[in-house]
């Protein structure tokens, strides 16, 4: 067996089987499930990314950018592009804050909530067949674990 071939040998050895890539797994999870929610988006020309924007700001009001970013999970640079196409759309606004010039607020703006009301129902309807099909309490479950893999894992809370 040539040296190449050990190499190769002994680092199949080493990784788990992709099926059983956690990431492998949640990315994949992820895209089946967005599947379910894009088409609901796109009606309304609204990205995931944007979305989520949209939802974090509705649920927890008023964030500075860093907030944001973290909360949505979305990388800094990338945030910042967002923001700026949905405040062109009036769906959000964002302002420096007045007791630190070098922080951005970002808020809803009463088009952004109204879009949210508009998709929110059909979002919950999916919800809804999600749970029928796995089941409230292995989903419930479900969320218990991810969110203590994310705790454990990430030493932060899961937001």
Known sequence: ?????????????????????????????????????????????????????????????????????DLCCILKPSITRIIRSMEKRNLLAKNVDVSDNRRTIVSIMPRGEDLVARIGPNSEKIYQEMTSEFGETELEDLYNKLDALAKKIGNRAAS
Not at 1 to 26: H, Q, T, V
Not at 47 to 68: I, M, N, S
């Open 1 to 69: 067996m040539s040296s190449e071939n050990k190499f190769e040998a002994s680092i199949k050895c080493e990784l788990r089987d992709f099926s059983r890539s956690l990431p492998m797994i949640l990315l994949r999870t992820r895209e089946i499930m967005m599947e379910k929610f894009r088409p609901n988006l796109r009606k309304y020309d609204l990205t995931d990314q944007q979305w989520r924007v949209l939802r974090a700001l509705f649920d927890h009001g008023v964030k500075d950018l860093g907030e944001l970013a």
